[in-house]
């Protein structure tokens, strides 16, 4: 398995250009930390050099519990709750308990890539359920298991969705409670969960949210998107008591634990209601004009009611020359025109992921490739 994380395939891309081209794929906007904890932190760097005790580890989880009550009115205990370095360490750790060789899987696609991978890695069988911009990116997750009677032991979501910005409606639960069985455990990577735009965030934990009957759920709150702390930043893991058991129980062995300083520092991101609320207002604007400004260049947005992403179908043309394939459209548009876009390239159509992470420059530079880009 050779095929390399494709964001640091762009990177690299990136990188070689020396900032000439136009960056849209991770976006070169970084949010600044709030003031309080930027200052917390660089006053309180000895902390980096003292392991967490119980002290930390627990109000970590207070803060972790509270943040769940807060955004998505869930109520979680706090033993359900642990610390992660990092997102992707996480879904690692819940890939490594939850699933043996053999066991089937669901995942979406386009996906945010590592979830499938990490549970290929396990030898899982992984099957991909379609999301189509045509039907509003539902997944339907029984088309996908494709004629397999027994029930996935995994179903891995993303809600809301990168690079989809689909959010969990009732037909997308319709679908996971179409194919989820008693020993079926409900993943949800909740790593954008805080940024929905008019209408409230849902959490999979929250109360009834999948009907009555008792399924096993983890979600992943990762805070790369919300809150720049680098390497020190931690995520958590949350869920029914039996999957957390087995995840904490696991953590023991596989990491050493986090520095004071992780664990402070993220626990006053955690608290801080007031940050979310402003990017609630920041990344709307952001999404609208870049979506206005693709638009005008010919693209064909597809809405964006969550996350930090704008999508769009592959254009039949760039350049006036056909192009086959989102691969194909993403080299031309970074070879000819200096435009870093992520592809998606799934067996129904290509798409485009455009992050709305840009500076003003980028966006009159990617409006300025009009005449050029025709669109067709
Ligand atoms: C949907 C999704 N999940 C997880 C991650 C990874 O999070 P982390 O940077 O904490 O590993 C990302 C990062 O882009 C993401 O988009």
């Given at each position: 398995m050779t095929k390399r994380y494709p964001f640091t395939l762009i990177k690299e891309k990136l990188a070689a250009r020396e900032g000439k081209a136009i960056d849209f794929?991770?976006?070169?906007?970084r949010l600044v930390l709030p003031e309080a904890i930027d200052s917390w932190v660089r006053s309180h760097v000895e902390l980096a050099l003292q392991p967490a005790t119980r002290t930390e580890v627990d109000e970590f989880a207070a803060a972790a519990v509270a943040l769940l009550a807060r955004e998505y009115d869930v109520d979680v205990e706090a033993a359900n709750v642990l610390p992660t370095p990092g997102g992707r360490a996480a879904m690692s750790t819940f890939v490594a308990c939850s699933l043996e060789p053999g066991d089937s899987v669901l995942v979406t696609e386009p996906g945010y890539p590592a979830f499938a991978r990490l549970a290929s890695h396990r030898h899982a069988r992984v099957h991909e359920a379609l999301l189509d911009g045509e039907q509003a990116f539902v997944p339907d997750f029984k088309a996908a298991m494709n004629g397999d009677a027994t029930a996935p032991r995994v179903i891995a979501v993303n809600y809301p969705n990168n690079p989809t910005g689909a959010t969990l409606t009732p037909e997308a639960i319709a679908s996971i409670r179409n194919v989820a069985g008693s020993r079926t455990i409900i993943f949800n990577d909740a790593t954008y969960g805080p940024l929905v735009y008019g209408q409230n965030p849902v959490s999979l934990l929250s109360k009834g949210v999948l009907g009555d009957e008792q399924f096993e759920m983890v979600e992943l709150h990762s805070f790369s998107k919300l809150f720049?702390?680098?390497?020190i930043a931690l995520s958590f893991l949350a869920g029914t008591p039996q999957s957390m058991e087995s995840i904490s129980t696991y953590s023991e062995f596989a990491w050493s634990p986090p520095s004071k300083l992780q664990l402070k520092a993220t626990a006053m991101c955690l608290n801080d209601a007031e940050r979310m609320r402003e990017l609630r207002e920041f990344f709307p604007s952001q999404l609208g004009n870049l979506q206005q400004a693709l638009c005008d260049i010919g693209f064909q947005p597809f809405p964006a009611p969550a996350g930090v992403y704008v999508l769009c179908r592959v254009p039949p043309q760039i350049g006036g020359e056909v192009v086959k394939s989102a691969e194909e459209a993403a080299s031309r548009l970074m070879d000819e025109f200096d435009l870093a876009v992520v592809p998606w390239d799934t067996p129904l159509h290509g798409y485009l992921r455009f992050s709305s992470q840009y500076e003003p420059e980028d966006l009159d530079r990617l409006s300025g490739l009009r005449e050029r880009l025709r669109l067709g």
């Open positions: 794929a991770v976006g070169r906007r720049p702390l680098g390497p």
